[in-house]
């Protein structure tokens, strides 16, 4: 138990990172933790690397057939926020593959690519390290690395630091309480693109939009029709700042997260299926 215990906040980590719902991360670490219990102890030698290797192969097939699931998903499909002021990190050395649309360009990679990003760049496991889990060779974990960063750096600009997004974050939680829809525009950046997640559940875009304009259009529609009588606060939310949109009796009805870099706001991701806010329900 006591093994267990101390290395499941690296379990959830992982999982979580490749998966970006916490309710899934969770049934994998539970099939981690029913392995565990089913295992000959006296065979192994690390169980923190028995319980990592079980977790991550466990994960790469919950996300093969999460994807399967997700091309069914109503609307736009985004990673599931977390609260992260009591945990910045979410169980890693670093807090890389956390922020949301980073969690959202990995969906784009293969499952084993996406692991191998997620064990070297969050948990800083040597390539040899990734590729004893993954099973494969030093050589083919370095080539999956080095694939998913690739991946990455051609569809991200570089963020800007910590300091300046929040920064930006403010700004448009100013702009969004005054319902300033010339001063969010100016705020964003000329290829802009917006993601709007309902599930199904609740209204909104069911397409991704993408230029100034379109977004701004949206943004205008969202504040006239759903948060003019809203509450707007400031949220450590996967490493970073977001807005946290309120209903009046204090309830969240949507998530609003940024990706910043120096021309601007780049990716608009808001979140308003109900069921990925409920680690947000208590926070009022």
Same mark, same amino acid.
């Given at each position: 138990?006591?093994?267990?215990?101390?290395?499941?906040?690296?379990?959830?980590?992982?999982?979580?990172?490749?998966?970006?719902?916490?309710?899934? /991360?969770?049934?994998?670490?539970?099939?981690?933790?029913?392995?565990?219990?089913?295992?000959?102890?006296?065979?192994?030698?690390?169980?923190?690397?028995?319980?990592?290797?079980?977790?991550?192969?466990?994960?790469?097939?919950?996300?093969?057939?999460?994807?399967?699931?997700?091309?069914?998903?109503?609307?736009?499909?985004?990673?599931?926020?977390?609260?992260?002021?009591?945990?910045?990190?979410?169980?890693?050395?670093?807090?890389?593959?956390?922020?949301?649309? +980073?969690?959202?360009?990995?969906?784009?990679?293969?499952?084993?690519?996406?692991? /191998?990003?997620?064990?070297?760049?969050?948990?800083?496991?040597?390539?040899?390290?990734?590729?004893?889990?993954?099973?494969?060779?030093?050589?083919?974990?370095?080539?999956?690395?080095?694939?998913?960063?690739?991946?990455?750096?051609?569809?991200?600009?570089?963020?800007?630091?910590?300091?300046?997004?929040?920064?930006? +974050?403010?700004?448009?939680?100013?702009?969004?309480?005054?319902?300033?829809?010339?001063?969010?525009?100016?705020?964003?950046?000329?290829? +802009?693109?917006?993601?709007?997640?309902?599930?199904?559940?609740?209204?909104?875009?069911?397409?991704?939009?993408?230029?100034?304009?379109?977004?701004?259009?949206?943004?205008?529609? +969202?504040?006239?029709?759903?948060?003019?009588?809203?509450?707007?606060?400031?949220?450590?939310?996967?490493?970073?700042?977001?807005?946290?949109?309120?209903?009046?009796?204090?309830?969240?009805?949507?998530?609003?997260?940024?990706?910043?870099?120096?021309?601007?706001?780049?990716?608009?991701?808001?979140?308003?299926?109900?069921?990925?806010?409920?680690?947000? /329900?208590?926070?009022?």
């Amino acid at each position: 138990m006591a093994e267990f215990v101390a290395v499941r906040p690296r379990l959830f980590g992982i999982a979580y990172r490749m998966l970006g719902s916490v309710a899934e /991360a969770e049934d994998v670490v539970q099939d981690a933790w029913l392995r565990w219990q089913s295992a000959e102890r006296g065979a192994v030698r690390n169980p923190a690397a028995f319980l990592t290797t079980t977790t991550t192969r466990l994960a790469i097939n919950a996300a093969t057939s999460a994807r399967a699931v997700r091309e069914r998903y109503v609307g736009p499909w985004l990673p599931e926020p977390v609260d992260t002021s009591a945990d910045p990190a979410l169980g890693a050395e670093r807090a890389e593959a956390l922020d949301l649309a +980073v969690l959202l360009l990995l969906e784009r990679l293969t499952p084993t690519e996406r692991a /191998a990003y997620v064990l070297r760049e969050a948990f800083d496991y040597s390539h040899q390290q990734v590729g004893e889990v993954l099973d494969t060779s030093e050589v083919n974990a370095r080539q999956l690395v080095s694939r998913a960063r690739r991946h990455l750096a051609s569809q991200r600009s570089s963020p800007v630091s910590a300091a300046r997004r929040r920064e930006l +974050v403010e700004a448009f939680l100013g702009a969004a309480r005054e319902g300033d829809v010339a001063a969010l525009e100016r705020l964003l950046a000329e290829d +802009v693109r917006a993601w709007s997640d309902g599930g199904g559940r609740v209204n909104a875009a069911r397409r991704e939009l993408a230029g100034v304009e379109r977004v701004t259009t949206f943004l205008d529609n +969202v504040l006239r029709k759903y948060w003019h009588t809203a509450g707007f606060r400031f949220v450590e939310v996967n490493g970073g700042g977001a807005l946290l949109v309120t209903n009046a009796d204090g309830s969240p009805q949507s998530l609003v997260a940024l990706d910043c870099s120096d021309r601007g706001i780049e990716r608009v991701l808001i979140v308003v299926n109900p069921d990925k806010l409920r680690g947000f /329900a208590g926070d009022r």
